[in-house]
């Protein structure tokens, strides 16, 4: 929804979730990447609810400039957390009773990457898009203080969601502690530069941290849960 700006976005995105709906009843659409994401739904029974939340949330693009607490809860859960509970029901499609007890910590990891995202993206989604995730910057400027009240909140959250990490289906650890530690390292580097440089430039991983990142997590993710931190 940040892109066609010289198109008319409500119709489209109307238009998306008629023809996702009418695929997901047909079994079948013409356009690929909705066929695709029927046939994972219906394969490996992704409840509803998710897609509605996750197409509430695109729609809400449109509209929101400003956050509540409550608001962005709302457009978190849909945006992000949705996104990694059906991720979740594809890892734990062998033992399906996993799904609710790992279901929090999935969630948890989902909502740190999508605000360590807004951080990252913080000049371009104020001046581009003049829009504010952070209800914390409602009444305040960015400064020093408040990033450090954000990455606080995205530290917690990502303590909470490693526990979850190292329980889940060995075929699939490896792939999640990777994005894990990619964006913790992503998180460091961000909490190292003043706010006043966040506001001016996009931050980011080298591709040489990147690439030493892999064979990393792959050999701590098979050397056991006690080396995944």
Known sequence: ????????KVSLIREFEEDYYRAYQRG????????????????????PDLVEAFLCSMKSDLEN?????????????GSADVVGLMCLKVMVRENPGEYDRLK?????????????????????????LSRNYFPVLND???????????????????????????????????GVYLAYRYYMELTKKIARHPSAILKKQRIRVSDV???????LCYISSLAGKKFMV
Request: charged residues 30%; contains cysteine; aromatic residues 12%.
């Open 1 to 8: 929804m940040d892109t066609f700006h010289q198109f008319d």
């Open 28 to 47: 079948i659409s013409l356009n690929l990447i909705i066929n695709a994401f029927v046939l994972v739904v219906k394969k490996y029974s992704i409840p």
């Open 65 to 77: 400039k400003e956050f509540t607490e409550p608001g962005i809860k709302q457009y978190i859960y």
């Open 104 to 128: 929090g910590s999935a969630m948890k990891l989902s909502s740190a990457f999508q605000k360590i995202n807004f951080l990252r993206d913080l000049k371009n989604d104020t001046e581009n």
């Open 140 to 174: 305040r400027p960015f400064d020093d203080a408040a990033k450090e009240v954000i990455i606080r909140d995205i530290r917690e959250e990502f303590c909470e969601a490693l526990v979850g990490i190292r329980e889940l289906p060995k075929r699939s650890r490896a």
């Open 209 to 215: 941290k990147k690439a030493l990142l892999f064979p």
